[in-house]
């Protein structure tokens, strides 16, 4: 329960910042591991906000270790769902 309700709060945080910013907002990301090589599905850890997810490479095969910069493209916090995509620029939370 304690999981979901994090969950939940950081996703919410997540959107609040995508609405509030009119400019494409990109955190850094760093790959850990493969999840399903099949479907370019990776581990990521977004070091801005402490976040575990999955990510579908729309690039192919990653590197682990390889750092990505990655934007919001869709966040449902009710739903638990998260949708991240390559970020078109590298700057993060703090530049903008």
């Not at 790959?31 to 192919?60: M, N, T």
């Not at 638990?80 to 703090?94: D, H, I, V």
Request: aromatic share 12%.
């Amino acid at each position: 329960l304690q999981r979901k309700s994090q969950e939940y709060w950081m996703f919410e945080y997540m959107r609040r910042v995508k609405e509030m910013n009119p400019q494409e907002v990109a955190y850094e990301s760093v790959v850990l591991g493969c999840v399903d090589p099949k479907r370019f599905q990776y581990a990521i850890y977004i070091h801005e906000l402490g976040l575990e997810h999955r990510y579908l490479s729309e690039s192919g095969e990653l590197r682990i270790g390889q750092t990505l910069w990655l934007k919001v493209a869709s966040i449902y916090p009710r739903h638990g769902l998260l949708t991240l995509t390559l970020a078109s620029r590298s700057s993060g939370m703090a530049k903008m």
